[in-house]
């Protein structure tokens, strides 16, 4: 052992002995510059490989033949979705430039009315999965009778408008108590279930970094956890650690999960339920993590947590998921789902005030005053936040228990006859009110496809292919749930007849999507998708 220790300095010095001290200096500074370059490069967020095949990707476009045909099918993508907007349109002419002189109050009501009823399915008889949660005649009339006077009202000026400021305490309060929170609790409203989730992601970052001092923070999730999370870990500059689910519960895998943990893990997630199986992942476990490794726990129940919270009551008992749990510091839960409110409203929650704190943003040098914000916008809209708690105080405890058990109702029956027919599959066990099926006989998609024939519009999901229905208050409406199941097992009959026939239309190519490695080129695509949102025809106006 003495002899190696003695060894390794005289072959640095014969390295070095004939050498100028100006080359030793250099020699040593090319070798420090090189190992933190090698260090630096081998520890990035991606491994070897995917950064490999990225470099191959990118440089595969510079291929000409590879990069016509991706331009090419570009060009033939982005057409096909602006004819589609026009197609959905119906033809109605375009207003691109502002009217010469105002248009009356009934000509711009009529107007709203027609584009409200443009498109091709009928939302308001239950036709659509999720997107609308309730239609009530006499709500809509209040809320827009409480718009109207709350429509100019802003938070940010808490002396202005301090009663609408009450009105959203109010709203966090019982949000707090519903999910079992105690006096410590607390939280904001947002204007919806990615800005809730957003906000947690900055919350958690900022108190690992002020607290524990982590540099480079890490949230580990499930693979089924809400894009949302994805889009703020762009925003903020987070690693995610995508977590698997069991094979046949889809909810996330625990012992994966636990082993995804490192030093720099700030969060960790679970869904109450998720969006693409609406299964529920073991949160009692996740919980138990988190108090194992200190580590804050979010629970992400935007898109159920206001039936789940009211189905014990409605005979429908879940596991804890909530703050009774003492290891779940953060809740998000969109008011504007089941809590039957207008768009534009979420509830973000925690356990105490240290978490909520490190969400808010404050700027103490700047000349315009002293500027704190508790969510992403500073100026929020008070019209929103009005109706938000006017709903809440229209509908009563139970009256929400009463909507929650007739959609639970519906999804178990709907859940239940799905089951019983050949050549489809039900994803899990649905939590609250999505139902998830695939089919190991035929292309999934060619069942959403000739659903959407009879007027059906349903979700369509990838990794593996499925498609989902998420019940809401409107679909208990009689003969409903009745007129799906028939439809679905009309076209089942039909398809198994042909079952080796592949899926046509738009959704053959978001079939193909998913057999493409490069998974720029399939952004690329939903780039397409984005600009068509806003696609407008020039050359119609209006006068």
């Keep these: 052992m003495h002899l190696q220790v003695d060894t390794i300095p005289k072959a640095i010095n014969n390295v070095f002995q004939n050498k100028e001290p100006w080359q030793i200096a250099a020699m040593t500074s090319t070798a420090t510059l090189a190992t933190v370059w090698l260090w630096t490069f081998v520890c990035q967020d991606e491994s070897l490989l995917e950064r490999g095949k990225k470099q191959l990707f990118r440089l595969a476009r510079y291929i000409p033949s590879i990069r016509d045909r991706i331009n090419t099918e570009l060009v033939n993508v982005n057409e096909s979705f602006e004819k589609d907007v026009l197609r959905r349109l119906k033809e109605a002419s375009f207003i691109v430039q502002l009217p010469k002189s105002g248009l009356k109050n009934e000509k711009i009501l009529n107007l709203v009315k027609q584009y409200i009823h443009l498109g091709d399915y009928n939302w308001e008889g239950g036709r659509v999965s999720g997107a609308v949660y309730r239609t009530n005649n006499e709500l809509a009339e209040l809320m827009g009778n409480v718009y109207a006077v709350a429509s100019y009202t802003n938070p940010?000026?808490?002396?202005?408008?301090?009663?609408?400021c009450k009105m959203e305490a109010e709203v966090v309060r019982i949000a707090c108590h519903l999910f079992n929170g105690d006096k410590e609790s607390c939280g904001t409203m947002t204007t919806g279930g990615t800005e809730s989730i957003l906000l947690a992601c900055k919350a958690y970052r900022d108190y690992a970094r002020d607290v524990k001092g982590i540099k480079k923070p890490e949230i580990v999730m499930p693979v089924t956890a809400h894009a949302a999370f994805d889009k703020a870990a762009q925003y903020l500059n987070i690693k995610i650690c995508s977590v698997p689910v069991n094979p046949n519960s889809f909810t996330v895998c625990i012992k994966a999960m636990k082993k995804s943990i490192t030093k720099n893990t700030i969060m960790l997630v679970g869904s109450a339920p998720n969006f693409p199986y609406g299964t529920m992942d073991n949160i009692e476990a996740i919980s138990e993590l988190g108090i194992k490794y200190d580590i804050p726990i979010h629970v992400d129940a935007c898109l159920g947590g206001f039936l789940a919270c009211f189905m014990s009551d409605a005979g429908y008992p879940l596991p804890p998921f909530d703050f009774r749990l003492p290891g779940v510091t953060s809740i998000s839960a969109d008011t504007h789902k089941y809590g039957y409110a207008p768009k534009g409203s979420s509830i973000i929650l925690y356990r105490n005030k240290k978490y909520r704190h490190k969400q808010y943003t404050v700027t103490t040098e700047w000349p315009g005053g002293i500027y704190g914000s508790p969510t992403i916008n500073g100026s929020r809209a008070g019209g929103i936040i009005a109706t938000c708690w006017a709903t809440l105080m229209f509908y009563g405890y139970d009256e929400y228990v009463q909507s929650t058990k007739k959609i639970i109702e519906t999804t178990r029956y709907i859940e239940q006859k799905l089951r019983q027919m050949d050549g489809i599959f039900v994803f899990g066990t649905p939590a609250t009110s999505v139902v998830a099926i695939g089919s190991n006989e035929?292309?999934?998609?060619?069942?959403?496809?000739?659903?959407?024939?009879?007027?059906?519009?349903?979700?369509?999901?990838?990794?593996?292919?499925?498609?989902?229905?998420?019940?809401?208050?409107?679909?208990?409406?009689?003969?409903?749930?009745?007129?799906?199941?028939e439809d679905v097992s009309t076209e089942l009959e039909m398809i198994m007849e042909t079952r080796n026939i592949p899926v046509k239309g738009k959704l053959a190519m978001y079939g193909m999507s998913q057999s493409i490695p490069d998974r720029s080129v399939v952004g690329d695509f939903t780039k397409c998708f984005l600009d068509s949102m806003y696609y407008t025809q020039a050359n119609k106006t209006h006068e």
Excluded: M
């Excluded at 519009?457 to 593996?464: E, K, V």
């Design 442 to 485: 035929f292309h999934i998609y060619r069942l959403s496809e000739a659903l959407s024939d009879k007027g059906w519009n349903l979700n369509t999901l990838q990794f593996p292919c499925g498609i989902h229905i998420c019940v809401t208050h409107v679909h208990t409406q009689p003969g409903v749930a009745d007129q799906f199941l």
């Design 156 to 164: 940010l000026h808490p002396d202005v408008f301090p009663g609408i």
